[in-house]
């Protein structure tokens, strides 16, 4: 599969009163052109700002180092304003978590949508083309819903026209930060099934950004899940889901309920303790006072992501087998993208 | 947005029916105006004879009825110390104070606007602190000592400008300076506050994750949002310039309503001040009705 975007070595550090703070410590990834890679992670894990980095969107006081963030084989590194603006939304469209406010309140949907159609692609900003686009993504009535003001639609209708406006821009990659979180459990469903159906249709590559290792995740090709700012486990969907190696992705499994699955026997998993602050360097595993299978390897050194024999790729001392090959040793930074606007 | 407008219509003939009944009775509560008109030597007798000249024995809302009346119909009385008619010594002060007013609410505007954009843009950068330098100048300084800075700075050293009169445009710039930059301060910093709220809002996040220029982010999509406040303030600082300029015109010798109004109190001539205390009253009325308006123009949920 030919390679869309390709994240190597990221970093993302953020100077505080208490110290730096290290949300995001070396984290790879990569989509595939027409591929869905679900990140997942809890809150803090450093999911969303890895998508903001993509982006160049990080707020001003974090810092970016990476070896390498590659856009269709050109780098995203250290792009000024001019090139960014046709990067964003043309090549790479966001979707964000909470469609209430993700549209400007003073604006009727149409013009805000065209707004930003008319940029990138102008021969989609009429408005036979947006209310096409509009039905594709379920809105019904879409001439009425584009004079409409956004407070007068619902999250799931405002979500649609996010994905309609994504989707108008015609981008090659598009980047969902937990796009179905903020909404009802029913529309949730909608959106993700509207979400997988057009990625399929248009062979858009999709990075869908969740903190829900279940249904959201299902509908990815590969998944990477992320802890502490590290990518733990990554590998197909199949591999992650149906057999988990990390103890955090196990955990993470086991907080999903089961239909049928009642009574005490079968209690809910839940994986003790929070995140820990990402304040100063590593100095070993980063999940190992939450983890039930801890050990004393555990607390020496820190754990590289090792390759398994189907593929995938764990971070965990329980895979260790002696005389392993790490993928990759911690390497120097080579690029530093401070300053990118 | 057509029911709205008819709500804030009816609030506003309310405010005036109100505004128009306490600046009948001001008059009242400062004591007998008879006595007061007949001056200090007056006789018993001749203090009568004012009474009923003036309709001031008949019953309160009688009295308050007839000037409305007379109000309506554009008869607005006559002067007691000028002996002439309300109307037309309104019609010779109000142009100067307008015109002085619109100048100074544009100065305050086209300085404080885009000073508490740039402020909001670069937070605690220089260029935001030497904007709180001016705006902390600004609201400390009362006017007469500003209009006096700039009569000396402008007028004597530089000899740029008049400093005296109302004879031509050049002779508004420097009291509208010195009316405007009062007012200054609290726009911009309501402009700046406003504007670095609104660029942290999701909305801007959208408009910049899809790649729209910085004048459509910080323009059409910021300062939006962060005029709403301003435009109600600045409306409200636009009545102060209209009603409350007597210092300024003091010092600069402008014949406005502002020195009227002075002189009316001092001589009570109290045609002329009930005539003016209408007209400043209503006015402000007016502002905050196309505030209003104006708001809802540019939020539409504002429209309810």
């Not at chain 2, 008619?85 to 544009?106: D, F, S």
């Amino acid at each position: 599969m030919e390679l869309l975007l390709e994240v190597r070595g990221l970093r993302i550090s953020i100077p505080t009163d208490g110290g730096v703070l290290h949300p995001v410590r070396g984290v790879d990834l990569s989509v595939g052109r027409g591929e869905t890679l679900a990140v997942v992670g809890e809150s803090g894990c450093g999911k969303s700002l890895t998508a903001q980095a993509i982006l160049g969107l990080l707020p001003r006081n974090a810092r970016l180092e990476a070896e390498r963030i590659a856009f269709d084989g050109m780098s995203l590194l250290g792009l000024g304003n001019r090139q960014w603006r046709q990067i964003r939304g043309r090549r790479i469209a966001m979707i964000f978590q909470d469609p209430m406010t993700a549209f400007d309140p003073c604006y009727r949907m149409g013009d805000q949508i065209a707004e930003i159609v008319r940029w990138h692609r102008p021969r989609n900003a009429t408005p036979a083309r947006m209310t096409e686009m509009l039905a594709k993504v379920g809105i019904s009535a879409p001439d009425e819903r584009l004079g409409q003001y956004p407070h007068q639609l619902s999250g799931g209708l405002r979500q649609r026209m996010m994905i309609a406006t994504a989707l108008l821009c015609e981008p090659d990659l598009i980047i969902a930060d937990e796009p179905t979180t903020a909404l009802d459990v029913t529309i949730q469903a909608q959106i993700l099934r509207l979400l997988a159906d057009l990625q399929a249709e248009t062979a858009v590559g999709l990075m869908l950004i969740t903190h829900d290792l279940g249904v959201v995740a299902g509908i990815a090709d590969r998944i990477a899940v992320m802890y502490g700012g590290e990518v733990v486990e990554t590998g197909s969907k199949a591999a992650i889901l149906d057999d988990p190696r990390h103890p955090y992705t196990k955990g993470l499994l086991d907080c999903i309920p089961t239909p049928g699955e009642t009574g005490r026997r079968s209690a809910l998993g839940f994986i003790p303790g929070v995140v820990p602050r990402p304040l100063g360097a590593l100095t070993a595993c980063n999940f190992r006072d939450r983890c039930a299978r801890a050990m004393p390897a555990c607390h020496r050194g820190t754990v590289p992501l090792m390759p398994m024999e189907d593929g995938r790729l764990v971070r965990c001392r329980l895979y260790d087998p002696p005389g392993a090959v790490p993928v990759r040793e911690p390497q120097k930074t080579l690029r530093n993208a401070e300053g990118v606007a | 947005m057509g029911m709205f407008i008819v709500k804030r219509l009816g609030v506003t003939a309310l405010v005036l029916l109100v505004t128009s009944m306490i600046s009948f009775s001001l008059i009242h509560l400062a004591g007998d105006p008879a006595v007061a008109m007949a001056g200090e030597r007056a006789t018993p007798e001749q203090i009568e004879t004012i009474r009923r000249l003036y309709g001031f024995d008949r019953p309160f809302h009688e009295q308050y009825l007839h000037w409305v009346g007379n109000v309506l119909e554009g008869n607005l009385g006559r002067s007691n110390y000028l002996k002439e008619e309300v109307a037309p010594i309104l019609a010779r002060h109000l142009p100067v104070t307008a015109q002085l007013g619109v100048l100074a609410l544009a100065f305050a505007l086209f300085v404080s606007i885009p000073l508490g954009v740039i402020a909001a843009l670069r937070p605690n950068s220089l260029i935001d602190r030497a904007a709180l330098v001016i705006a902390v100048t600004g609201q400390s300084m009362p006017s007469f000592l500003s209009s006096i800075a700039l009569i000396f700075g402008f007028g004597v050293m530089l000899r740029w400008l008049p400093i005296s009169g109302t004879g031509s445009f050049a002779h508004y710039i420097l009291p509208a300076i010195a009316l405007g930059y009062y007012a200054s301060p609290a726009i911009m910093r309501l402009t700046r506050s406003g504007m670095i709220e609104v660029l942290q809002s999701d909305h801007v996040r959208t408009a910049r994750a899809y790649g729209l220029s910085a004048w459509q982010m910080i323009v059409r999509h910021g300062l939006r949002h962060a005029i709403i406040p301003v435009v109600s303030v600045a409306t409200v600082q636009f009545g102060y310039m209209l009603g409350g300029s007597v210092v300024v015109e003091a010092v600069f010798s402008m014949d406005g309503i502002g020195n009227l109004a002075w002189l009316s109190i001092r001589r009570y001539d109290v045609e002329v001040i009930q005539a003016i205390l209408l007209i400043v009253a209503a006015t402000y009325a007016l502002l905050a009705l196309a505030a209003d308006l104006l708001n809802a123009v540019l939020d539409p949920r504002i429209r309810v």
